[in-house]
């Protein structure tokens, strides 16, 4: 008896624990989101799109989620301590996730129809949130996995495990949305890393509903926070804006040395459709392109310019702002930087910096 005692004790001591962990994480992660949604919408006029008031909107959204849940965890009815996939938080979450679709969406430009693609992306989930909300569904609580095994052919089990498996391929889907480099001003690396964040959350959500095991709780609220400041982080420091008018390409003065077939083919790829402006043009890609070998298209950049492939690009790229500045030295410099293919501040200010010895600023300030 004493011994039953003492491991009672025990499994009270541990809960308490979680529950002040999760608490302290879920007032942090409340404050967090409060504040990313802050300094998004202070500056959402900047990007001339709806993408920072999307994310500020969704984050508030979130951060009442979380504060919610505060009261929750100390009346023991978070997803920790609840029925395995309880249609609260097998049928709710699908309305959140739609939401996660705006802001990338937004900044990706898709070539779609946005009426129809919200419509092949949205209507699925919508109707299974009717279904399985307002369509007088009896449903029976599981607290084990026998529980599980042997209501498993009631339509209200299998029907909620399915919802869930199509909230999780429906997390993977937005690795599907094609990117247009040309009218997108996100960098393709950082939608890569929001879609993949996004799976993340929803492997995490998935596994929480069929567990409810406390580390995976504290794991998808450090991960949901990290989400946002990411994106925050993004939004404010690294993303170029979209430009409000197009920038009217010109003649460059390029050294058209062609000493050889292939050096002929690369300056034509190149020019072709200003394939030197691609954010994603690498060495390899342009060598495919060519049905080559990188090795030999490298050979051909160093001995046409003397320059390595990243370092013609570069100067192209560097060279085109500085003669667009020089003509005109009111353009937006980060419409300059846009067009000719950077997608990150840091990466476009640093490539200036090493090609012209000066900052942006000091230039610009050499012009006058």
Known sequence: MAYASSLFSQTNHTILTMIYITTILLVLMTATLITCGVLLWRRRTETGDYSRTIQALFSWMSAL???????????????????????????????????????????IRPTMSRAKLYGLLFAPLLLLVVIGMCGGIQYTSLYTYSDLWQHIGEFNVWFRLLTLLIMLLYAFSLLLVPYDWRRSSADRGFILCYSVGFCLIGVLHFSIQLTHAHWLVLAHQLAWMSFFVAVTHYELNERLLVPNAAVEPHEDEISHAETDQLWRLITLSLEAGDHWRRPELSLTSLAEQLESNRTYVGDSFKHNTGMTFVEY????RIGYVVEALKREPKTNLHELFNYVGYRQRSTAYRNFQKIVGMSPTEFLESLN
Do not use: K, N, S
């Open 65 to 107: 989620l979380t504060f919610t849940f505060i009261f929750r965890t100390w009346a023991g009815t978070t997803p920790a301590d609840a029925t395995l996939f309880e249609p609260e938080h097998t049928f709710v979450p699908l309305l959140c996730q739609m939401t996660f679709f705006f802001y990338p969406l937004e900044v």
């Open 313 to 316: 690009i570069t100067h192209r």
